[in-house]
Structures are given as C-alpha cells and as structure tokens.
C-alpha cells in the first residue's frame, strides 16, 4: 500500500530521469572542441557526400570512380546525420599542417565508358562534392555581380557542361585539379593553430608528362619545384572513354584574424541578411500590431456583454436571452468524433513540446551547426520523450466528454499521427533506396526508429493517460441540456468552410517569410541558425492562432451556434493549408526539380511537415478557444 502511495513520487523521478538523459543525448556536441595543430601535424581531410538541389538525392563520394584510400573507414555518425543521407568518410588527401603543397598527384585513372557515363550524369544533374576538414565543410567563395563582399557555396561542382554549335554538341569537363586554401588563427605565445576555413577552387586540367606513367613522374604542366601551379584555363580535361585522368591538389594556409569561436560566421552568413532581418521586423511589428487592436476590441466588447448579462439578472427582468448566453446550455456538449479530436489535441501538445523545447535549447546556442544531424536528432529524442504529455492530455480531455475506453484513446494517441508520418516516411525511403542513392534509411535505422517509436514512446503514452485518466474529470461552467438547441440559420460569411479558410491566413502571414528562409536551407542546401527571430515568429505564430481563433468562435457563439469544438481547431489548423500551396509555389519559382522521384521526395515531406504544422496550429487554437469558452461562461450568473 505504502509503494502505491508512492507511485506518483517515482512516477516523476522516472520522468525526470528520462528527460535528463533525452536532453543530454540528443544535445551533446561530440567533436566541437578546438584543436590545436602545430607546424607538420596531420591534417586529413574526409569526404562527405555528393549532393544536388536539381534532384535531392544523396550520394556517397566513392559511389564515383574517384580516388580512394587503401582502405575506406566510415565515421561514426548519429541518428540525424543518417536521416540526411551524410556518409561521412576518409580520403586520400591529407596535409600537414602550415606546409604548402603544389601539384601533389593523387591518383591516375583511365576512365572506362561506365565511368565516364556516371560523371556526365552527376555533371547534368549538377552535383556537388562535399569534403570536412577538422569539422568544417568545404566551401567555394564566389563573387556575385549584386554584391560587394564574396559568398560561399558548399562543396565544388563535379564538372562542367559546355554547349557548341547552338547547342547541338555538348562537352563535359571534369574537376580533377583541386586549389585548397586552409585557414588558420596562430597563437603567438605557444605556436599553435587553430583551423577556421575551409576553401577550395575546382579546375579542370589536362595533365602532361613524358614517358611512362609511374608513381614518382613529375607533370611537365605543373612542376612544383618551380613554384608553377596549374590554373587549368588552356588546357581542360574533357570527359572520353578510355581518357587518362590524373587527380591533383594544390594547398595553401594563410593566417586568419578570425577566431576559432567565430569560424561558422561565414558559413551562417546569409546573403539576403539585410532583407531578411528587415521582413522579419517588419512582419513582427504588423502582427504585433494586429494582435493588439484584436485583443483591445474583444476585451472591451466582452466586458460589455459580460455587464449587460449580469446586469439583467439583478434586475431580474423578463427579457430574452440573446447572444452566446442563449447557448450555455449546449456550448459543452461533447462534439462528434470526440475521441479523434482528443487525440489530435493530445498530438498537437507532443508536437508544441517538442518544437518549444527543441527551439529554446537551439537558441541559447547548444545546437550548434558542428553538430552535424544534432537538430533532427534532438526533434527525435524530444518527440518520443513528450508521448508523455500526449497520454495525459488526450486522457484528461477523453475522461470530460465522459469517455471509459481510455486504452483505447491512448493506442490511437500512439499509433495515429506516427503511423502515417511513417508510412509517408516509409514510401519516400523505398523512392529513394530505388534511385540507390546515400539518402536512403538503412535497414538498421529503420529499425532503430521503430524500436524508439513501440519501445519508448507508446509506453511514455500509456504512463501519461494512465496518470490523466486517474485524475478528476474537468468540470463545466455550466450545465449541458439534455435536448440539443437548433442552430439557427447562418450568415454566408459564417458559413463553416469559409470562416475556417479566413482563420488561417493570419497564422501563415506570420511565419510565411522565415518559411522561404526554412524551405531554402532544406532544399538549396544552405545553414539556418537564426533561431532567435526563429523563436520571435514561433512566439508570434503562438499569439496569432490564439487570438484568430477566439475572435471567430466568439462571433459563432454570437450567432447561436454552439459547434465549436472542431471549428476551434481546424480555424487555425487551416494555416497548414496555406503552407503546402506556399511549399508548391516554392517548388515551381524556386527550385529546379525535373525528376519525378525528386519531386515525390519534395512534396512528400512538405506534405509531412503541413500535416505537423496542421496538428501544433490546431492544438493551440483548440485550447485558446477552450479556456476563453470557460472563462466568459464562468463569469455570467446563470439560472
């Protein structure tokens, strides 16, 4: 009797526990830690993955007849990074530290017609390598024609296309001879330096030598004695069968006043920043603006129906009821489908703790862009933890529409929304593995995710609606007829459908332009670590669903009708709606998608984010219209 006592007690160190060792799992930076590198230490620089904004399908570097080592080693990497197709592996080019190299051979290949083949493919598909040195990724800096200060591109494309005769002969040109520069900041006192860029410039070079090959011939073309490096622009290697290829590399180190603790600045900057910050002030100021002139109309509007109710009640004059106070004997009846409204509602909250907690650790600065994969991992580990609060919520809402059944709530709080995020998730990775491409989920993973979805998380579910369910049944403000009032007849702009799509264009208007930034470093493959504006907006978007969606109700009860359940949540749910005809304009101005597998992939997990965003944007205006419901009809006398 006495541990049944307890059970809450242990209940909530287990909780404590698991969110503990969640958050330490999912935040831990593994490898952000400076290195100091002295005059001839090894620097080895591994390879990561090729990728394409044409097509969004990863692939491994070596899945092309490139260079490799005398033995390929993978690095260890986490949930995330395996979820974003990184393959992260060793390479045949190593330097040493603070020591020029010119012209230094890696390898010589005679390319066959299969070989030759899948370069010209990766080359149309515009592809580009990706390479990690002391964890930070290569970059090519470019000029562009609008600005002043040089931009970074990631990784170097494979090779060249060049079009001859209108257009009618085309001729392909291979990257071989890579220019690196290798950024360093010096410590003075001790010698010691530390790495802060990573740059890299691609040529194509038609090597020559005399005689015959062999490992230790000196390229007549470059001749590193002399101090001559290859630049490539009169002699291109163009791809042929049975063509000799020769891969070399050049490495320069210049000393950077940049520190190490800054040297992400150039990867994070973004080169539409001024319009950036000035659209996201500028939506800030309106919504804020907007939210105010809402929040002061129904405050003193309901304060004035609230006075009139009451006041005729002292005065207990026969007059009719009119307004919401006419429907308080019906505005609590349980809605239909009240069990799949209990279990979104309990959703939304798993996804509005997830992103909440997963944002505030993001922008106190503990996912750091180092860690590679560290956001998606964290959005996992938080997502299975907050099954939790999705049990409990679901359970509590079940237990006041006078629901028993509570298994049977919480198998659909597991099993629901996962389960068709999975079966999406599993269909695109089938798509994907089908195109043999990097990006696929190996079956181990796959594994491993199902295992933390039925070992973890449905478990966290069934304590959390144990524990709602045990709990007391909330309690109305006012009694429920037993006969249902007719609704009377509506105005056309009450009409369900039209008011649910006016109720979701303020939510998207406040988060449609950090969207275009979100939508850009997901599928132009560029960093966003704006997280601060980021949980500027998320708070705004919290604000503006609330109140969009307390106006609307308002002005339906007014109208004597009392269906508001459902109607609350999907008011500012339809902002979902809006986003995925944002993410399809994106995809047809934006981005250069031509394959049907790739534009699958595209809308596919677009489809999967609106869905999440529908369920988080749903919950919130759900619960704002609930407690502003309970709140006015709390506050007049009725008989």
Known sequence: ????????????????????????????????????FFKGDPLKVKVQKLASVKTQ??????????????????????????????????????????????CTVVCHHTLKAKDVKEFKEKIDDEYRVNMILDNLPLVMPYKRSDMDSLVYQHGFPVGVKVQYGGQKEQKY?????????????????????RIVGFEVKPFSVKHEYEGKWNDNIRLTNCDPHAKRIVTGNDSPL????????????????????????????????????????????????????????????????????????????????????????????????????????CVYVGTGVQCFGMILVTMIFAALGFLSP?????????????????????????????????????????????????????????????????????????????????LLWFCISVPLVFVGSYVGFKKPAIEDPVKTNKIPRQIPDQAWFMNPVFAILIGGILPFGAVFIELFFILTSIWLHQFYYIFGFLFLVFIILIVTCAEIT??????????????WWWRSY????????????????????????????????YFGYMLIGSYAFFVLTGTIGFYACFLFTRLIYSSVKID
Not at 65 to 73: G, M
Not at 575 to 591: C, E, N, Q, R, V
């Open 1 to 36: 009797m006495e541990l049944v006592g307890r059970m809450p007690h242990v209940i909530r160190l287990c909780v404590c526990f698991t969110f503990f060792i969640t958050v330490a799992r999912a935040f831990y930076l593994p490898g952000v830690a400076p290195k100091d």
């Open 173 to 193: 040109f291979i990257n071989n001879h890579l220019a690196f520069t290798v950024k360093y900041h010096k410590d003075e006192e001790t010698d010691a330096a």
């Open 570 to 601: 999907l008011t500012s749910g339809s902002s979902a709606f809006y986003l995925f005809l944002y993410a399809a304009f994106y995809f047809f101005t934006k981005l250069n998608i031509t394959k049907p597998v790739s534009g699958a992939l």
């Open 370 to 450: 180092s860690n590679r994969g560290g956001l998606m991992t964290a959005l996992l580990f938080l997502w299975v933890f907050m099954g939790l609060f999705a049990g409990y919520t679901s359970a509590r809402l079940y237990k006041m529409f006078k629901g028993t059944e509570w298994k049977k709530i919480t198998l659909k709080t597991a099993f629901l929304f996962p389960g068709v995020v999975f079966s999406v998730f599993f269909v695109l990775n089938a798509l994907i593995w089908g195109e043999e491409s990097s990006g696929a989920v190996p079956f181990g993973t796959m594994f491993a995710l199902v």
């Open 550 to 563: 307390i106006v609307l109700c308002y002005f339906q009860l007014c109208s004597e009708d009392y269906l």
């Open 57 to 102: 399908l990863p692939y491994s570097y070596y899945s092309l007849p490139y260079c490799t080592p005398k033995k390929i080693v993978d690095s260890a990497e986490n949930l995330g990074e395996v979820l974003r197709g990184d393959r992260i592996e060793n390479s045949p080019y190593e330097f040493k530290m603070r020591e020029p190299q010119m």
């Open 238 to 341: 163009e791809l042929e069968d049975d063509k000799e290829i020769i891969f070399t590399y050049d490495v320069e180190f210049q000393e950077s006043e940049i520190k190490w603790a800054s040297r992400w600045d150039t990867y994070l900057y973004m080169a539409d920043d001024q319009i950036h910050w000035f659209s996201i002030v500028n939506s800030l100021m309106i919504v804020l603006f907007l939210s105010g002139m809402v929040a002061m109309i129904m405050l003193r509007t309901l304060y004035r129906d609230i006075s009139k109710y009451n006041q005729l009640e002292t005065q207990e004059e026969a007059q009719e009821e009119t307004g919401w106070k006419l429907v308080h004997g019906d505005v609590f009846r349980p809605p239909i489908n009240s069990d799949l409204l």
